[in-house]
């Protein structure tokens, strides 16, 4: 990994996804492996009950993965979520949203994450989701 | 079924989801077992490369197979998405998302969709994303 | 692919797996992207009801999904299975189990199948599990 | 859960499973909530490389979350997988594998299962799959 500065490269492509900044996600946490994302309510984010829509629960859950395994990516690699399955485990109710990554298997063509999402509520976190994200590697990518 | 009107209470439904009216989206054909969504382009809804961010690709396929469930379950159920799992097949680049759903087995508690995620180019249809979705439908519910 | 003869390979490929063998599965049909396997019911692959067990349903639909995907693989290359996705739609209750894989899309490194299996009494067939199966192609293989 | 000996009913639940007893695996551990399979090597239960097939890797990553999670249920009910997912991180290449399931989240109807499948080699154990299961409990269950 020699010097390569990956968290200074991942900021740098989480702040291009146009969507994750519309609706105000933000990393707050970022270790090699590791990325923990985190999304304050709003109520243009939600489903009939005024919870977290599971379409944004999904949205922070492959996103943090995604984010997580591009951590142990070689310099100069790009990554695409394969496929994500997510387990709705219980409402996103709460004030701020969060999901927490790591990489499960780091592999050369392709990574495996897990990530869970939990509802805060005045400090209370409740997990509210648990998905399975598969990664691919692009190597040798221009932008 | 009797003449239980569930397409009113389908649109009704998806009405209420703000996050689905925020980003733009529309039922577009809506059949007992069946029912399409379309999402016109925003850059507001991208990743770094101007396609349609996969959590949005993940939001149409699970709203689409939450409806088209809705539409075979009991006058007075409530509809929750158990599960969903995307493959993302190719990249959701285009002027339109389009996500059709369908009914592959209907359960008295559980109902398992498939959803299909084109992207629309001049009228070109090309498949990003095939999902597999599974709900939960709340009997006797009361909003 | 020329005169590359995929279904000689793929016979061959799917008799060295001994479990396969063991359990008395077969391929019954074959094209390039589509694959049907058959498995008549043994005691000794069922569950507590008699109906053929939840791994054995898992085990005929990720195998035919692999070898519909292998159909369309460049010659010389190797097929793996990524992971697999199986949802249980009803008892697997039969005299036949036969799974069905088609290939949804074809890529360079990772293809993608849907594979749906039924149970089949007295000539009447009966879908008991729909899968998604994500395959890698190893390339320049040798055994 | 008064004295219910839920460890009884989920070992003779188990033991009925003919295909579970054909291949000879075994509940190796049992707590509330947590389950874990054995399953020594047989030249049966492989693949054209000796490993173990990834249908046996899914059974096994099935049946200790099946277990798991019907530890958590009230006395009298049964328990059916839904869905299972399998993620196949690494060659299932061992004398024996162990799976390792645990629930996340048990719910009056359903309950989800992670479950981790590891190769043994030597006494040496590798992660070779990951998967999750979601169940549901059958209530006033009459066999």
Redesign the interface.
């Known amino acids: 990994m020699s010097n390569y500065d990956f968290k200074a490269v991942i900021h740098e492509?989480f702040a291009?996804?146009?969507?994750?900044?519309?609706i105000g996600a933000q990393i707050t946490a970022l270790e090699h492996g590791f990325c923990e994302i985190s999304l304050p309510y709003r109520?243009?984010?939600?489903?009939?009950n005024k919870f977290f829509?599971?379409?944004?629960v999904?949205?922070?859950a492959?996103?943090a993965a995604g984010m997580a395994g591009f951590s142990t990516m070689e310099e100069g690699s790009s990554v695409?979520?394969?496929?994500?399955?997510?387990?709705?485990?219980?409402p996103a109710k709460g004030d701020i949203l969060i999901a927490r990554a790591r990489v499960?298997?780091a592999g050369r063509?392709?990574t495996?994450c897990?990530a869970d999402v939990f509802a805060v509520t005045e400090g209370i976190e409740k997990?509210c989701a648990?998905a399975?994200v598969?990664l691919?590697a692009l190597k040798n990518y221009t932008k």
Chains 1, 2, 3, 4 share one sequence.
């Open positions: 492509t291009k996804q146009q969507f994750l900044m519309h109520d243009e984010l939600t489903q009939q829509h599971a379409g944004i999904g949205t922070v492959d996103n695409l979520s394969v496929e994500y399955k997510v387990n709705l485990l219980a499960i298997k063509t392709l495996v897990n997990l648990t399975t598969t691919m």
